[in-house]
Nanobody, 120 residues
Framework: VQLQASGGGLVQAGGSLRLSCAAS????????MGWYRQGPGKQRELVAS???????NYADPVKGRFTISRDYAKNTVYLQMNSLKPEDTGAYYC???????????????WGQGTQVTVSS
């Protein structure tokens, strides 16, 4: 599965950005889709995820500000980021868990990072 992410950029504190990540390739199902980020000098961390049943999970620092959603027809996951803060700065990576058939173990795929920079 290949992932193509887009939507990063430079924004002032308090602004908004919307990230998109489209999955393509050979797969039977995509289970969980999500976004991770890695700030300067920090480890990669989960930002938000959404299951195939639309159950969502958010990291505490982004709750109430970020919204994750997915379009099943387009195999795309979105991350709407509002009220951005300088500490949200980092490379944002799309991640999916997928299966090539209904009976094979789930696999992981990562997209290339898209940079988000929030100025104060």
């Amino acid at each position: 599965v290949q992932l193509q992410a887009s939507g990063g950029g430079l924004v002032q504190a308090g602004g908004s950005l919307r990230l998109s990540c489209a999955a393509s390739g050979s797969f039977a199902t995509i289970n969980t889709m999500g976004w991770y980020r890695q700030g300067p000098g920090k480890q990669r961390e989960l930002v938000a995820s959404i299951t195939s049943g639309d159950s969502t999970n958010y990291a505490d620092p982004v709750k109430g500000r970020f919204t994750i959603s997915r379009d099943y027809a387009k195999n795309t996951v979105y991350l709407q980021m509002n009220s951005l803060k300088p500490e949200d700065t980092g490379a944002y990576y799309c991640h999916v868990e997928y299966q090539t058939t209904a009976y094979t173990p789930a696999r992981d795929s990562w997209g290339q990072g898209t940079q988000v920079t929030v100025s104060s």
